[in-house]
């Protein structure tokens, strides 16, 4: 059983919860996949090195106010006597992992998380994790919480992240919890499709992390087909995704991007994330503007090959390009109305061309995202 | 000798002139560099058949506020169209040019255009180049001209471009004019590099247009060496392309980045822009906010091969990161006054490992920036 805990260690908050820990006695296994930031913080090297060395985990502890990041040699050694304190504390025999989140270049103040940790030990409960999960915010305005169960099979999810947001403040972690019993060799390939499909696949800003994390924690205990397995991951790792869109900083809009009918995924998911990054066009959104001009211009310079004479661009169910020029249906009060009347708003790229395609989530553009982001750190 | 004038042909602009022409009796030669958007407008795509078509060149007419991008065949139609009034009116016998800038995907007004040519033709003359910079302008706060000379050799570029900008205000537009007697062969590379290390070394959103040109007129009369020829198109071109940045969409700070010392130039190249497209690090410097953390960032995700460690970062004289960590020279303060006190600031990503370099420009995000994309067109 996965238990939980939280308390204040002070590592950057007064008044709230800023050190977690998620622990079961029997150990459990970890699939992860990390940032490809090529400034990692100290936490993902550490992880990666311990998830070749050990087989099995018994706890990951995540901290809240302090990326660890470019902190130099000292921020993996501050790992190591984390690791070596909540061992002895725990008295725990397998891997222990570390996940660390807010301001880069700051190293982690260590006595004051070592002398929490006896507290964090007294504290788990299964029951716990919404305590959990509000720890290990940091612009976050909720919780980000998802589940799926089917009968006995669970998979529970929680994240964090709103944007590599606020003054140094980096990350997107995610927690992915099952007692599902599946073949753990079947599950790289498939596990990092869906983050492909799901958490790679939203934009807040275009800014990848140092500390971006997802950890897959297993403790083999239900039956479950593969299918019904990944149909569950899918399920929480998108639900996580759009969470986190949403909570994007200073957004009024959520968009989902649909590249649909192109003769390769690559190409569909290239245009959508071009799309889901251009100011101009997040900026639009913003203003509830129908400029299709800015997004056929983003895909144009998406850098793919395409026929620009297929391309049919819906906004919502509303047509506005086709046969390389504006839609004789287009109508820009209607389009207008649709925007300015929807908080959740969606596009429709269609390359009519051949059967893949690729789904994207981004925010718009706001003043406040220039507010959150400018305002200097204090 | 070329001649240009301008007039207002109510194209969008009731006020101000918005059709413009350069014109020489003699023909000249025209190299050119269009934008590599897939939704090419109407007058690029003219352009480029053109230019296979044609050796020399009468003309290249010119109008703001309408881009005639996608509008289908009907658009490539309306070139010709004005290519044979033109003619007509100018009795033109080689080729013709013809650039557009403004709203995408609206029909050009014609009968407004072609009534105006013959006025166009009564008011040329050598001295009227700043009626033409003013013309070809959109949402620019000042035309934009600049001037090499040495003896009786000379270029001189007139530019217009704030980004990609307004509600469906799109281009960048150069045109530059050269006296000098140069075999035509050896220019294409030259030139082509000239326009990488310039015009294609600015941001101000990322956001590349579907009408971006760049237009070298040759009239050879002056023999000059070619290396002084290029020192004089890489002076105009950069001092064009900086010209843009400085007046970028609700810009504060104009921002020099310089990668040093990589083992490939494409490397520094792609860092460069990274940092240069980074929301996050555009609304720290709008911020004054010395926040090393997000630049670090960038260069982390700019998906090139270094070695952290080697990487030494200073903005303007400060070193802030190095060894993989903040300097011990960095000070917050120094680095926030820094930035405070100036409108022209730099920063410096030294790779420590080879002698190849790149230089970047870009601006900061403003609240004015989203401002002025966000409000619905009109």
């Known amino acids: 059983m996965f238990n939980f805990a939280s308390v204040n260690a002070e590592i950057k908050y007064k008044d709230r919860d800023d050190l977690a820990i998620v622990y079961s006695e029997k150990p459990f296994f970890v699939k992860a996949v990390f940032t490809k930031n090529k400034f990692r913080a100290a936490p993902v090297n550490f992880c990666i090195d311990r998830l070749k060395k050990n087989k099995k985990f018994n706890a990951i502890i995540v901290n809240s106010g302090n990326a660890n990041a470019c902190t130099g040699k000292q921020g993996y050694l501050d790992c190591e006597l984390i690791e070596r304190k909540l061992k002895e504390e725990f008295q ?21 998380i070592c002398k929490k940790i006896s507290i964090l030990k007294k504290n788990l409960s299964s029951e716990n994790y919404e305590d959990f999960a509000k720890a290990i915010m940091t612009t976050d305005t909720v919780p980000k919480i998802v589940e799926y169960k089917n009968g006995k099979f669970r998979i529970f999810g929680i994240a964090k992240g709103a944007g590599m947001i606020h ?108 799309i889901a990054k251009s100011p101009l066009v997040k900026t ?25 004479e297929n391309i049919i ?3 919502g169910q509303h047509k506005v390009f086709e046969n390389g020029m504006e839609s004789p249906e287009f109508s820009e009060e209607k389009v207008y109305e649709y925007l300015k009347n929807n908080r959740n708003v969606s596009l429709t790229v269609n390359l009519n061309e051949g059967k893949a395609s690729w789904k994207y989530y981004t925010c718009d553009f706001s003043y406040e995202y220039v507010k959150i982001n400018a305002e200097y750190r204090t």
Chains 1, 2 share one sequence.
């Open 284 to 308: 639009a959104f913003f203003g509830n503007d129908p400029n299709w001009g800015r997004i056929i211009c983003a895909i144009g310079y998406s850098n793919v090959d395409f026929n620009p």
């Open 313 to 315: 661009l819906t906004i």
């Open 92 to 112: 725990i025999e397998n891997g222990i992992l570390i996940a660390s989140t807010g301001v880069i270049g700051v190293r982690l103040p260590l006595e004051k």
């Open 167 to 274: 003054p140094n403040m980096a990350t997107m972690l995610a927690f992915i919890f099952t007692n599902a019993n599946i073949e753990l060799k079947k599950i790289d390939k498939a596990f990092k499709d869906v983050i492909d499909r799901t958490f790679n696949s939203i934009s807040v800003d275009g800014d990848t992390s140092t500390n971006d994390s997802v950890f897959l924690s297993i403790l083999p205990e239900e039956d479950v087909e593969f299918n019904e397995f990944i149909n569950g991951l899918r399920y929480v790792c998108e639900n996580l995704a759009k969470k986190i869109v949403e909570d994007g900083e200073g957004s009024t809009k959520f968009i989902e991007i649909n590249v649909i009918n192109g003769n390769n995924k690559e190409k569909c998911k290239q245009i959508a994330e071009t």
